[in-house]
Nanobody, 125 residues
């Protein structure tokens, strides 16, 4: 599956941004989806994941209560609504998909098979 992330840009502390990721596969609903991010000089880290039917979500502690992951299986998209932005949210954000039919909202990047190209989010005043 091919993934294309969009929506990155600049935001102010306390502001909001919304990321979207479009998938090429009509079987999108079979994939658990996740968002990860990588700040300069740091390892890529888990942000959020969502089950195939949207019934389960999982968040990193650092974004819990501020970010919301959602998906629209009819449109083959997964979104990340980011509110109450902080400077430490600055990073390249990647959407990712686990293997087809595999279940579990894993936070482990090694368990995601497909990756988008990333979109840069910069939070500063």
């Amino acid at each position: 599956v091919q993934l294309q992330a969009s929506g990155g840009g600049s935001g102010q502390p306390g502001g909001s941004l919304r990321l979207s990721c479009a998938a090429s596969e009509h079987t999108f609903a079979r994939y658990v989806m996740g968002w990860f991010r990588q700040a300069p000089g740091k390892e890529r880290e888990f942000v959020a994941s969502i089950s195939r039917s949207s019934g389960k979500t999982h968040y990193a502690d650092s974004v819990k209560g501020r970010f919301t992951i959602s998906r629209d299986n009819a449109k083959n998209t997964v979104n990340l609504q980011m509110n109450s932005l902080k400077p430490e949210d600055t990073a390249v954000y990647y959407c990712a998909a686990r293997g087809e039919i595999i279940i579990g909202c894993s936070p482990m990047k090694s368990e995601y098979k497909y990756w988008g190209q990333g979109t840069l989010v910069t939070v500063s005043s």
